[in-house]
């Protein structure tokens, strides 16, 4: 590897900043230390009426800032400075020739483009906040960081005036900083990338591209010895990732993995339809339920499963009040979210210190496009997320018996909680509340038995002579290849079945329905969930 300076003390510095937190004080403070300050528009602006001493990269280049600002660094002398390798003699002969005079420090953050599409600007103002010079130097700059020192954010003024003071900005420093620099333009990139899909239809191209910003370092992440990091991605969407936290330890891997699984589910229930309530553990809905008040569904849904909700996520559709807080809190309970909270639930949830309280401000939409991101062995797995939805009208009844208005509106509730069940998942549910679920089984029979016995073991915890089961609707997330699956329902007492069908056996099956007495309908739409 060719020989760098370990420690370098800067002699010019470019700063052309759109956030200008601390921009004054650190350009004050490199003058003092002997650093020539070239700056631009704003940033020039702002730090000559502080009385900051600079020069005006114009002056440099002997070129003005023309068509509104697009073009103002975009010249030999900016870049020049930026990525002459100084120990080459050609390059140093070039630099002469022309000159061209070195820079040592850049500091560049970014056109707001994330913020601007956050707000919903027009199409105009967005292409207009797509930065092009900015990720021009900054990728000059960290591509020659043995030579210069690159900053994306004010966060690393304070680190960079510090090793100043040391002697000059370390090789190691100016490493991670160039690092950083290389993520910054990349994720910026993606969330270009990402806007643009959206007059695709949401598609994604020949190439893909995911960044997000970090909002925090976990203390591990699945298991203790992986470590994990979270990171926002600048979505809008209304969920874990947005949400303020008001209350509790900081949130493992898991919590998150399992408090956006919860909040996902609960907001296929409109509050203006009815208060719902989703318990989650391990990533999988262990109790589902509407009623008169959250309370109610709270009590209905931790019904379903009260073993599996000891130290659970609680989700809800609509606003946190007492009574339902006062319930939630009465087993243990790693996290609720929901839309808001009244200030009497917030203290009632504040006499837990550990349980995590976290506000979203609103639910996220159902049916609204978006993607779905998985890593595998050297690539990624990109689909839609899967937003689709059946209701009555979407049913087609395909057994001699035609289900009750009661049954039908159980079983459209009870697909919309299979779609957020791993598959293979059964799902039955009784007057508006899940009372059996199985997950993630290798064959959809053994959910179905999984479903019945969980009921089995609710009926007994809670000293009823039989399980909810009886006289429940089911649902399943994909079609019974066999009539077994469907067997287990019956013998469980279910009276109705929802599922997608298109099974090569689906004569079969609809045979076992009919000869048990049972309705069901085909939906059209799977809902596998791995």
């Not at 020192?149 to 190691?172: C, K, M």
């Not at 009040?321 to 009632?348: G, H, L, Q, R, Y």
């Amino acid at each position: 590897m060719t020989a760098h300076p370990n420690r370098i003390l800067p002699k010019r510095a470019l700063l052309s900043v759109s956030d200008k937190t601390g921009l004054v004080d650190f350009a004050r403070a490199l003058v003092e230390r002997g650093v020539t300050v070239l700056t631009t528009g704003g940033s020039k602006a702002m730090l000559a009426e502080a009385g900051v001493p600079v020069t005006e990269v114009a002056d440099v280049t002997g070129f003005p800032e023309i068509m509104d600002g697009r073009v103002k660094t975009l010249h030999p002398k900016v870049h020049g400075g930026l990525l002459a390798v100084r120990h080459e003699p050609a390059h140093a002969a070039a630099m002469a020739e022309h000159g061209i005079e070195g820079i040592d420090i850049l500091v560049v953050n970014l056109y707001p483009f994330e913020a601007t599409v956050a707000r919903g600007a027009g199409v105009d103002e967005t292409i207009e906040n797509i930065d092009i010079g900015g990720p021009a130097m900054i990728r000059a700059a960290a591509k020659n960081h043995a030579y210069l020192t690159v900053v994306v954010e004010p966060a690393d003024y304070g680190r960079v005036l510090a090793e100043l003071d040391e002697g000059g900005v370390s090789f190691e420093t100016r490493r991670r900083l160039a690092f950083k620099a290389f993520a910054r333009t990349a994720a910026y990139d993606a969330a270009i990338s990402t806007w643009f899909a959206r007059f695709l239809g949401g598609e994604t191209g020949d190439f893909f591209a995911v960044g997000g910003r970090l909002a925090e370092a976990m203390r591990y992440g699945e298991n203790p010895h992986q470590w994990a990091r979270f990171y926002r991605t600048g979505e809008t969407r209304p969920g874990v990732a947005t949400a303020r936290q008001l209350q509790g330890k900081q949130l493992s891997y898991n919590n998150i993995n399992d408090t956006d699984a919860a909040y996902e589910l609960v907001a296929e229930f409109d509050p203006a339809e009815a208060p719902a309530v989703v318990i989650v553990k391990h990533a999988n809905p262990c109790g589902v339920a509407t009623g008169a008040t959250l309370a109610e569904a709270y009590e209905k849904a931790l019904a379903c499963d009260p073993v599996s909700a000891f130290g659970g996520i609680v989700a809800l559709n609509g606003r946190l009040e007492a009574d339902a807080a006062a319930k939630i809190v009465e087993i243990f309970t790693e996290v609720i979210i929901a839309p808001d909270a009244s200030d009497e639930a917030i203290a009632i949830v504040a006499a837990k210190k550990n349980l995590r309280l976290l506000l979203a401000g609103g639910l996220p939409d159902p049916t609204a496009e978006g993607l779905s991101v998985r890593t595998v062995s050297g690539g990624l797995l990109v689909q839609s997320r899967d937003n689709g939805r059946v209701d009555v009208n979407d049913l087609r009844v395909v057994t001699k018996r035609r289900p009750t208005e009661a049954e039908l509106a159980d079983m459209i509730f009870a697909f919309r909680v299979a779609k957020h069940v791993k598959s293979n998942a059964i799902v039955y549910v009784r007057g508006g509340a899940t009372v059996g679920i199985g997950a993630g089984q290798m064959s959809r029979v053994d959910s179905s038995r999984i479903a019945a016995r969980k009921a089995e073991d609710a009926a007994a915890a809670a000293g009823s002579a039989e399980p909810a089961t009886r006289g429940a609707v089911v649902a399943s997330d994909a079609f019974f290849p066999f009539a077994d699956g469907l067997e287990a329902a019956v013998a469980a007492g279910a009276t109705a079945v929802i599922q997608p069908g298109g099974s090569m056996r689906d004569d079969e099956v609809i045979a076992a329905a009919d000869a048990a007495g049972l309705a069901m309908v085909f939906t059209g739409m799977r809902h596998f969930r791995h």
